[in-house]
């Protein structure tokens, strides 16, 4: 099993910045890429932005050159940098790992419970 939980959302203002992070839990997983999705009122969830184990990294159009993912793999965790905030980025957003199981070769995808992020003047 690998539980997944988010922190750091909130409320900022338009241009304002926040630190998303997500620490995993495993129980004989390993962790590979890892990523965060958002998902707003009434839209598809979405990509945001993506990094593997050895820190390539990989992100939306639409966040490029505001957000910045990374993560530390002796503490399980990824987190999402956001800067220059916009109202439209307003939404939950969701922390996602793969991993494997043991020396397993299937690889599983696991989901955060997500957390709220609103940007409003």
């Known amino acids: 099993q690998v539980q997944l939980v988010e922190s750091g959302g909130g409320l900022v203002q338009p241009g304002g910045s926040l630190r998303l992070s997500c620490a995993a839990s495993?129980?004989?997983?390993?962790?590979?890429?890892m990523g965060w999705y958002r998902q707003a009122p009434g839209k598809q969830r979405e990509l945001v932005a993506t990094i593997t184990r050895g820190g390539i990294t990989n992100y939306a159009d639409s966040v490029k050159g505001r957000f910045t993912i990374s993560r530390d793999n002796a503490k399980n965790t990824v987190y999402l940098q956001m800067n220059s905030l916009k109202p439209e980025d307003a939404a939950v957003y969701y922390c996602n790992a793969r991993a494997v199981r043991g020396a397993g070769v299937l690889e599983y995808a696991y989901w955060g419970q997500g957390t709220q992020v609103t940007v409003s003047s």
């Open positions: 495993t129980d004989g997983f390993s962790i590979n890429a």
